[in-house]
């Protein structure tokens, strides 16, 4: 190995999956330099593709990095193919909107990159994070408890677990997690939403009116969409649907083509819903599941989709997603491992 193809390739994976522009940018950077250095050096083009990835996702989903993000990866696998670290920057390109959320192949590539390496904790992670959007949530608790155990200073862990809990409809035990976590506001606002859903509406709008003082335009997304579903109410609904319209919907279009629109759409449903609105609510459903969120068990439990469950809209948009997550479940649920181990 080329000392400085791995000094590089060192310095390049510290800021691999920073969200800040110019440490991506260094990321990008250093890891080229390395590939460049050591043309043979198979982890280096796996941490490249995951930056690329990274950029696309959540920075900026220009098709360019798409394609430079799956020839380093494919360039990483023809030189290692059973390098675990390749498998798992292929699941996070396969789990974007640009390659439309193939769920079970990223599955496949995490679960593939886990076998090679037990220990590889942010496999477990990403693993995770596929099983929570497609409402395997009981698997996904467990990849994070894994991934925990493997590597306790784990940053996001903390993050996914509650995101679970909470798509698990437990809402309460979420509560106490998010509190530890909310340190950004984005954080804080879903945080807000939690405790909304948990029926503790009083100290959700405290909360927002803390997060308000900060952000009075509510150039936050986030806290303009929760803020919104605080105030959903028929009686209210000429104000709410200037909010919509004039607040979410103007920044929500802009956020479409990366990675966390799904629940802006999520939210967005909420509050139709909220409103009694059930041919809104059903739309911005369908949208939360044709964009990355198709999680079935989430919406059978969510508090804010109640006044519309009897709809037939409703009904036949739970019963069309079904299908999808009952698949899922079993072949990927705790059935199907507990089948697998009687018959190795």
Known sequence: MNPQAYLLYLRGNVLQDSLVPADNQAAIEALQRAVS?????????????????????????????????????????????DLPQAHLSRATLLFTPAHGWQFEKAIQECRRAVTLNPSLADGHVLLGIVYLHVGLIEESLREFQTAGALSPSQPDVAWYTSLALVSG???????????????????????????????????????????????????????????TLLLADPDNRRQVEERITGKILKQAEALKPYGHFHHIANFVADIYAQLREPKQAVAWLQQTAATGFPCYPFFERDPALDPIRQDPRFIAFMQKLKPEWQHFESTYGSGALARNSRNP
């Open 37 to 81: 250095t050591d043309p043979n050096f198979a982890p280096a083009y796996a941490a490249l593709g995951h930056a690329y990835t990274e950029r696309l996702f959540f920075l900026d989903p220009k098709q360019v990095w798409d394609q430079k993000a799956g020839t380093a990866i494919e360039k990483a696998l023809a030189l290692d193919p």
């Open 169 to 227: 409809g437990r809402f309460q035990d979420a509560v106490p997690l998010l509190r530890a976590v909310s340190v950004a506001p984005a954080l804080k606002t879903y945080l807000a939403y939690d405790l909304w859903q948990a029926g503790r509406k009083q100290e959700a709008k405290t909360l927002v009116g803390e997060l308000l003082k900060d952000d009075p335009q509510e150039k936050n997304v986030w806290l303009a969409t929760v803020h």
